[in-house]
């Protein structure tokens, strides 16, 4: 009797798979092999194999088809690719680790929309699944249905992405020189994740982290907790804890605590202005700093009694400066964290010597003024020689009255009054 058809052989191992210590024969019936009496099956392994031969061990090398292990975060999409060089005229199978079949061929087999269909060929099945989850995490399986049915497997990891750390453990301001103890916590990540702390740009050493499993069974919650003493350089400054993980692929997932630390104040004095000089009005501004601002200043002047002011204002005012100014001030910043005196010595100068800007205009107009008489005295020095020069040319044509006057610029009148040759004569050069 003939042996039965490929095809009713696939369709069951397909549904019901191999029956139980039993493999399919080279001519398709089913063949059993048993151990030998009084030897046990190593732990793991099949109670029977198929006996081939070394033709058929060549031809399945060809016909194996192969995979690789993928890794992807929760939320992504992850691509099963399956390839076989020698297809024997069957379809590659896609399983999910339930054993579930998802694609067999171009056909799907599992009503899941997150499922979809990448590439089918004779030599290639590849999927993809998207928003994957937790639960889908494990070996899936890829099978070609030869014979006989040959498997490959892939290896899917799911990461959990950790949840954004939360910091307790601050509750309300601190004391310069107190010591405060944070703590850190995420949950959700897989595999574990890592708390690393800092101060602004500075690493701090907090504990190692701890880890916890989470009721899931799945993921993992990872605490921490850093000791340090606070300064008053540390008053706003902020604690910051960020996680560190695979799924992060190198973003920022940290959560920061700003903190407060109350300080002793400290104060300095500031004249206005710098050079005080006798007669000018100054101001003396005690800048007092602290956590709180200093509330109160007390000003005193070395060697006088009283004192001179204690006020909320930080500036002492002299309207009209004197020499019996000149002397050390002490101005004493308080706040409810303490007190804070700082010192000051007035030297008060003479007068200045630079002109005021009134002298300066004055002097500039006086300059504009004599500028102008200048011009006014040459205009008049070159008007007076011009009227001088043109009256001596009147007096010589007045003495060109007869044909005998000498030339135009000599007159020689006679002293008698005389027209013709006296001794005496007087000569007039204009």
Not at 52 to 70: G, I, N, R, V
Not at 321 to 327: A, I, Y
Request: aromatic share 6%.
């Amino acid at each position: 009797m003939g042996g039965p058809s490929a095809l009713p052989l696939l369709l069951l191992l397909a549904c019901c798979g191999a029956p139980g210590g039993a493999n399919l024969s080279q001519d398709g019936y089913w063949q059993e092999q048993d151990l030998e009496l009084g030897t046990l099956a190593p732990p793991g392994e099949a109670i029977s194999s198929t006996v081939w031969s070394s033709s058929d061990m060549l031809a399945s090398q060809d016909s194996q088809p192969w995979t690789s292990d993928e890794t992807v975060v929760a939320g992504g999409t992850v691509v099963l690719k399956c390839q076989v060089k020698d297809h024997e005229d069957s379809s590659l199978q896609w399983s999910n680790p339930a054993q579930q079949t998802l694609y067999f061929g171009e056909k799907r087999a599992l009503r899941d929309n997150r499922i979809q269909l990448v590439r089918s060929t004779p030599h290639e099945l590849s999927i993809s699944i998207s928003n994957v989850a937790l639960a889908d995490e494990g070996e899936y399986t890829c099978s070609i249905f030869t014979m006989p049915v040959r498997t490959a497997k892939s290896l899917v990891t799911v990461l959990g992405i950790p949840q954004k750390p939360i910091i307790t453990g601050y509750k309300s301001s601190l004391r310069e020189k107190e010591t405060t103890t944070l703590n850190c916590q995420s949950s959700g990540s897989k595999p574990a994740a890592q708390l690393t702390w800092r101060k602004g740009d500075q690493e701090l050493h907090g504990e190692p982290t701890r880890v916890q499993e989470d009721p899931n069974g799945k993921t993992f919650t990872v605490s921490s907790a850093v000791t340090f003493q606070v300064s008053r350089e540390d008053d706003g400054a902020d604690i910051v804890c960020s996680v560190n993980h695979e799924s992060l692929k190198g973003a920022d997932r940290s959560t920061s605590q700003r903190i407060e630390v109350l300080y002793t104040p400290t104060a300095k004095i500031r004249p206005d202005p710098p050079h005080p000089r006798e007669g000018q009005k100054l101001l003396l501004h005690c800048e007092g700093r602290g956590n709180p601002v200093p509330q109160q200043y007390l000003w005193e002047k070395e060697g006088s009694v009283p004192p001179l002011k204690m006020t909320q204002e930080s500036a002492l005012i002299f309207p009209f400066l004197n020499k019996s100014d000149s002397g050390t001030y002490g101005c004493t910043a308080t706040s409810n964290m303490g007190s804070y005196k700082a010192y000051y010595t007035l030297n008060v100068n003479d007068p200045s010597p630079v002109p005021s800007s009134s002298s300066t205009y004055h002097a500039v107009i006086g300059g504009i003024v004599a500028f102008i008489v200048f011009l006014l005295l040459i205009l008049l020095i070159f008007l007076g020689h011009y009227l001088i020069r043109h009256k001596g040319t009147y007096l010589t044509h007045e003495a060109k009255g007869s044909d005998d006057a000498p030339d135009a610029d000599t007159a020689i009148i006679n002293a008698e009054g005389g027209q013709s040759g006296g001794d005496d004569k007087k000569e007039y050069f204009i």
